[in-house]
């Protein structure tokens, strides 16, 4: 039930998370261990694959929002891609697809990062 | 016990009296009665016997030291010895023998003879009762048997006098009088108090016994004076049987005493620390059980090492390797360590005996590897035998400050070392083997100590953590509304959960103008107690602000930008905002990231879900661009279920609860009043759950309308 798993990889200049299982208050702070290991590096381009995410909860959510404004401020960006329909309605409901850029597929969120450049 | 006492030493006075007027008359008067003389012998042993049985009374002092036993002993001797001289120098004038039989020539000596023979008798009584218990002092099976065969033998030795005439011998007696002394040389082995000496006791005890045995060997000479030996002939021969066979059994017994106390004095040290080692540690057990205050357990550690093993001076440490410093609640200051094998430390000294901490600071510098390190290492007691001259103190040839020996001993426990017990001697090679024991054993129950009253220290802190939160859970209560709105076209009602003690589940409602009434329903992001603090701001955010702003829309972007300022950026709060008019049945609903309105009407059965944006998570237009209104005209019978995500994200393994459960639930039960709505809603979620612990906070909230059937004004 708690296990979570992210995973990274590196495209170009752009960082892929790859998020699996159960994204809750107890597995939220290797999500965060990942984001900090991003920033320190100084890659602020980020993209987070929802494919394997089966849930999400508020303090999942909390992570994205504790790293935007300085991913942000370093002019780069969190995009999320590939969300399940369940997963998708969690970030709806609260009104995220405001807030951050959501692809169905990597792909697009990794061209969107390179149009941005050019 | 005092009237006895009385009876003992008035009848032994009484048989005295008796005696010598008996004696006077024989004196002047021939008497010439058959079996006088046995009967007088039997009036004199019974006399004893009484006295025997008066010091039994008056003293019960068993558990005296056998030190003080000597003593009294010793005196005893000394007396007899003053008395038996005196005698002698004094009178000299003798008994006239006719017939084996004595005579006292005058008053004087018949006097005299009776005072020597009663103070004999008296002390050879008290003498005979040390010797006893001496020989018993913890006692084997054999020895009171061999000591009772001993009192047999003697009192048969002075039984068979009983008939003879005072210069007169017999065979029996000669044969009781050696095996009397014979079962005395066996008794005299019995010597098992000195062991138990300390060694300034050994000391005296030695002394003791060297006089005695002169004092005893004296005695047993004079006796044979013939002055002496007549006196006590002439008073009585069992008597005096009696007396030489004590004085006799004492000049043996305190001479094999002074000879085995000699030998025991070398071993008197190794004992007596072996006792006081004993000793110790029962007492710091018992302590570990009874005291919780870590100074004064530290404290008595320290000094029993120091008291034990005749240390110079003694320190404990404590040893942190986490953030779990201060809990024992000792003051002072934690020099940092660094250590590559075990990672970061910190060190404490939690108390010291006979050394400061710059000295401690000299031979273990903070900055460098030293045998602390050594120690946490390899978790075995490490000794220094000469530290001047050790290579792990090699700074210390020049400076002869520090000089002498050191036991670092490490405290073990189940998560690793948590202490370090060290102690130093002035000499080098001072701690031998047995002394790293000790200290090991003293650092064990120290360990034992220490983690006890953690443990208390740690379950006192819980149950003070559990009283705050059923305090925190009380007032949270309160803040949720203590009585429903009322209203003629309306049913309400409302139940909400936490997960835990508190929740940042949060529900309201606010009377507005015009006929209207506000109903909140809101969820603050995580679980516990932050959300529960979140979720009283809410509360006062939604009571100052709702009856301002009697749009909902309006309302939540307000309330957003008094969140936003104060709230983390990884928190946010969803909240779902609706206005009934209560006369007309319009419901204007706006919504902040919350889970959407579930209507259960006529024409629809489906959720309402504005479009909006959770509280919190972004400020000024972005928010209020992103909030939507609706509106709902309300028919007989609607109903709105208003609810948290810990209805519709109740998981079962991997299945939730989700929107559909939650709307035939409702969809099924829409007849019902608004009561049972809910309880039908709350019962079909736990039962789903299979009736297990929630694992979010759970709030609904049910408002039924049936004011069509009223009239509109």
């Known amino acids: 039930m708690s296990d979570f798993k992210v995973a990274q990889r590196e495209s170009n200049s752009i960082s892929v998370l790859e998020l699996k299982g159960y994204l809750d208050a107890h597995t939220a702070p290797k999500l965060e261990e990942a984001f900090q290991g991003l920033l320190k590096s100084q890659r602020f381009n980020i993209v987070v694959n929802c494919k394997d995410l089966s849930y999400i909860s508020s303090a999942g959510l909390g992570v994205f929002m504790a790293y935007i404004e300085d991913v942000r401020k370093n002019s780069g960006d969190i995009k999320l891609t590939n969300m399940s329909p369940k997963v998708f309605n969690v970030f709806d409901l609260l009104g995220f697809p405001l807030l951050y850029e959501i692809f169905k597929d990597e792909a697009e969120a990794v061209k969107k990062f390179f149009d941005k450049a050019t | ?713």
């Open chain 2, 1 to 713: 016990m005092r009237l006895r006492r009385f009876l003992y030493l008035g009848g032994a006075s009484l048989i005295v009296l008796i005696v010598f007027t008996l004696d006077v008359i024989r004196k002047s008067v021939e008497l010439e009665i058959g079996g006088l003389m046995v009967i007088r012998d039997v009036l004199v042993i019974g006399g004893f016997a009484l006295v025997y049985l008066f010091f039994e009374l008056s003293s019960a002092d068993r558990d005296q030291s056998p030190v003080k036993k000597l003593g009294l002993a010793l005196i005893a001797s000394l007396i007899m010895i003053v008395i038996a001289v005196g005698a002698g120098l004094s009178h000299d004038q003798g008994f006239d023998t006719k017939d084996l039989s004595l005579l006292p020539l005058d008053y004087p000596t018949l006097f005299l003879a009776c005072i020597i023979s009663l103070s004999f008798g008296i002390f050879a009584v008290l003498i005979i009762r040390v010797l006893r218990d001496l020989v018993l002092y913890k006692r084997k099976r054999g020895s009171q048997r061999n000591f009772l065969i001993f009192i047999a033998l003697m009192t048969a030795g002075s039984a068979s006098t009983l008939m003879l005439k005072p210069l007169d011998s017999s065979i029996f007696t000669g044969i009781f009088f050696g095996l009397t002394i014979l079962f005395g040389i066996v008794n005299s082995f019995r010597l098992s108090w000195i062991v138990y000496l300390t060694k300034r006791e050994k000391i005296f005890s030695l002394i003791y016994g060297f006089f005695l045995f002169g004092g005893f060997l004296g005695l047993n000479i004079l006796i044979q004076n013939s002055s002496i030996s007549k006196s006590l002939l002439y008073y009585s021969y069992p008597l005096k049987h009696f007396i030489q066979s004590v004085t006799i059994f004492g000049n043996v017994y305190f001479g094999m005493a002074f000879v085995s106390t000699l030998f025991h004095l070398p071993t008197a040290e190794a004992f007596e620390r072996k006792t006081s080692e004993v000793t110790s540690l029962h007492n710091l057990s018992k302590l570990v059980t009874q005291v919780f205050d870590f100074k004064q357990l530290v404290d008595t550690v320290t000094s029993m090492t120091l008291q034990v093993c005749e240390a110079k001076s003694c320190w404990l440490e404590i040893i942190y390797t986490g953030d779990d410093i201060q809990q024992d609640g000792v003051q002072g200051r934690h020099p940092v360590v660094l250590n590559p094998g075990a990672g970061r430390y910190y060190v404490q000294v939690a108390g010291m005996k006979n050394i400061t901490q710059p000295e401690i600071d000299m031979l273990f510098p903070a900055a460098e590897r030293t045998l602390r390190d050594a120690v946490l290492e390899e978790r075995q007691p490490i000794v220094v035998d000469d530290i001047v001259h050790d290579s792990r103190f090699k700074r210390f040839r020049k400076d002869k400050a520090m000089s002498g020996s050191l036991v670092v001993v490490p405290l073990l426990s189940h998560s690793g070392v948590m202490g370090i017990l060290y102690a130093t001697k002035e000499t080098a090679f001072g701690f031998f083997k047995d002394d790293v024991d000790v200290i090991s054993a003293f650092a064990d129950q120290a360990t034992v100590a220490i983690e006890n009253s953690r443990l208390i220290s740690k379950s006192i802190e819980r149950e003070r953590l559990l009283r705050e939160m059923m305090l925190a859970q009380e007032m949270q209560k309160r803040l949720l509304p203590q009585s429903l709105p009322k209203f003629p076209t309306l049913e309400i009602d409302a139940i909400s959960t936490p997960a835990f003690e508190v929740g940042g589940d949060y529900y309201d409602f606010v009377q507005l103008d015009q006929g209207k009434l506000g109903i909140v329903v809101g969820d603050v992001s995580g679980k516990g107690v932050s959300a529960a603090l979140y979720m009283s701001e809410v509360k006062g955010i939604f009571q100052a602000l709702g009856k301002m702003y009697p749009s909902p829309k309006q309302f939540l972007v307000k309330a957003n930008e008094a969140l936003t300022g104060s709230i983390d950026k990884r928190s946010f709060v969803s909240l779902i905002y609706a206005v009934i008019d209560v006369r007309a049945g319009q419901l204007t609903i706006s919504r902040a990231g919350h889970c959407p309105m579930l209507l259960v009407s006529k024409e629809k059965v489906g959720y309402i879900r504005p479009q909006g944006m959770g509280m919190g998570l972004s400020d000024g237009p972005i928010f209020s661009d992103a909030m939507e209104e609706e509106r709902v005209q309300l028919h007989d019978g609607d109903v709105c279920v208003f609810y948290t995500d810990g209805v519709t994200e109740a998981r079962c393994g991997e299945d939730e609860f989700g929107y559909d459960r939650l709307l035939r639930t409702a969809e099924r039960c829409r007849g019902k009043p608004a009561t049972a709505i809910k309880e039908e809603i709350l019962e079909t979620v736990k039962t789903f759950i299979e009736h297990k612990a929630n694992h979010d906070d759970l709030t609904i909230v049910v408002v039924k309308w049936c004011g069509n059937s009223i009239p509109v004004e």
